[in-house]
């Protein structure tokens, strides 16, 4: 079965331990991350595996891209240390299994899209930024046997996404794409961070959403008319995995003429929906998340956001509403492109 390349070496010769003492929630320093660090890696229990709220940020914050996080969740199932109450992970691992009959595959020999569990959601994927590329993913009957599912991080199962994930990145092969554009950033950290770091062979190249965007609004510059928003962005977690994708979204912005609001909840600093937190095993879980959302949210309105940009279906579900309850638009990033060039948004 495929393995985590994780070096211990990189960690016994760190010093900042930037993975957990930057970890938004917990407050550990140097010393005492580096004996938190240490437990984990040697496979002992830590306080990290009870407290982590799987906000996936310390892959970005580990600067030799040691995967902590994966390891982190690695040994929270090998202890049976499980963030979420078992009825939930029980359920939720059942939720992505691929059932109901295969999907039709004809080999496009192109680029592609790959909405990932997403499909009911095309409508976002349409007008000019969209036209040269073919969706796959499309029934929504079939969408498990494109889940790259690596939503079991939060459910503490790489065992469940190594066992799945290899028959998925099968399906997406078979269509022979000459690059898949991927419409969630989690399918996008899958097989660019994921995958990789498990030994897990990807034999497609994998663009995000937003680079794929930025080049069909560079091409269509002429029609861009500035959108003129002040804008906040809710960065999802599995954008951690993809710090590179991640620098599209202000060139986006820029390019379409959209101020991207200046906020204590940014880029690294971001702030999780609190989508899974809500449910985490955790004392006073509930209280925590929406307290959370409360601080991003103001954050947000304090910085004189008039629009929150979502690219995350999980992140709009979980704070769309609330944030439109505070006077603030939430809108897709998709929606928020075509309107640049004079499109109506889904
Ligand atoms: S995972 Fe990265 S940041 Fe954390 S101790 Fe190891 S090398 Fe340092
Ligand atoms: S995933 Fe988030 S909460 Fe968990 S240890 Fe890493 S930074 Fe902290």
């Known amino acids: 079965m495929f393995e ?86 029980r359920q939720g691992i059942q939720v992505g299994v691929p059932f109901r009959g295969d999907p039709e595959i004809t080999e496009i020999n192109g680029p592609v899209l790959n909405m990932g569990v997403f499909s009911p959601l095309a409508r976002l994927a349409q007008g000019k930024l969209f036209e040269d590329l073919t969706r796959i993913s499309t029934d929504s009957r079939k969408m498990h046997h494109f889940f790259c599912q690596l939503m079991y991080l939060h459910f503490a199962r790489t065992s469940v996404i190594n066992q799945r994930l290899p028959g998925v990145i099968e399906t997406i092969s078979a269509y022979k794409p000459t690059e898949v554009v991927h419409f969630h950033d989690e399918c996008y950290g899958t097989y660019t961070s994921y995958a990789p770091a498990f030994g897990i062979e990807v034999p497609f190249r994998s663009i995000h959403l937003f ?89 947000m309105k304090q910085a004189g956001a008039e629009l929150c940009i979502f690219n995350c279906p999980a992140c709009m579900q979980t704070m769309g509403k609330q944030v439109a309850e505070n006077g603030i638009m939430p809108i897709w990033m998709s929606d928020l492109c075509r309107m640049a060039i004079g499109e109506t948004p889904a």
């Open 211 to 299: 680079e794929h965007l930025y080049n069909r609004l560079t091409e269509l510059r002429e029609e861009i008319r500035p959108v003129n928003y002040k804008v906040a962005y809710q960065r999802p977690c599995s954008s951690r995995l993809s710090p590179d994708a991640h620098a599209y979204v202000d060139k986006i912005f820029d390019l379409i003429g959209a101020e991207h609001v200046s906020r204590r909840y940014v880029d690294e600093n971001a702030l999780c929906c609190g989508s899974t937190i809500v449910s985490q095993k955790q004392e006073g879980s509930r209280r925590f998340c929406l307290e959370l959302q409360e601080e991003n949210i103001e954050d």
């Open 4 to 89: 985590l390349q994780f070096d211990e070496s990189k960690c016994h010769a760190c010093v900042t331990r930037d993975c957990l003492t930057r970890c938004q929630y917990m407050d550990l320093d140097a010393q005492a991350a580096g004996i938190e660090m240490e437990k984990i890696i040697s496979g002992q229990d830590s306080r990290v595996l009870h407290e982590c709220r799987t906000c996936y940020a310390c892959e970005e914050y580990c600067p030799t891209g040691n995967h902590p996080f994966y390891l982190i969740v690695k040994r929270q199932e090998e202890l049976g240390i499980t963030p979420l109450p078992d009825p939930i992970i």
